[in-house]
């Protein structure tokens, strides 16, 4: 099924742990406007500093509650690279991003 970008917009963010926030952006890849990463408004938690997670990282999706859960700790996903929202995400943000979680990169 296809969904609109716009309705996925605030859904709620679960990590292993509690919840960690909601959908506030989605990036997607120039070359091929695939959708690459959420960005995640981590509101209160984190003093509404925003985190990137990757879409390749999503362990489930549930539409008719709103929400994306990810399997990763809430501490991880706090002590992660700092992301810039003002700025173009170059590839060597991208490398440490996916170096940290331990993922492999999109590209490859």
Not at 84 to 90: Q, T, V
Not at 93 to 104: A, I, N
């Amino acid at each position: 099924m296809l969904r609109s970008i716009k309705e996925m917009l605030d859904y709620t963010i679960l990590a292993t742990d509690g919840e960690i926030g909601h959908v506030s952006d989605i990036l997607l890849a120039d070359s091929d406007l695939k959708v690459r990463y959420l960005v995640i408004d981590t509101g209160g938690w984190l003093s509404g500093r925003a985190v990137l997670l990757s879409t390749a990282w999503l362990s489930s999706v549930a539409p008719e509650k709103r929400m994306i859960v990810v399997n990763i700790e809430k501490k991880r996903i706090q002590e992660s690279p700092l992301y810039e929202s003002s700025a173009e995400i170059p590839r060597e943000y991208e490398v440490r991003l996916h170096d940290y979680y331990g993922f492999p990169y999109y590209w490859q």
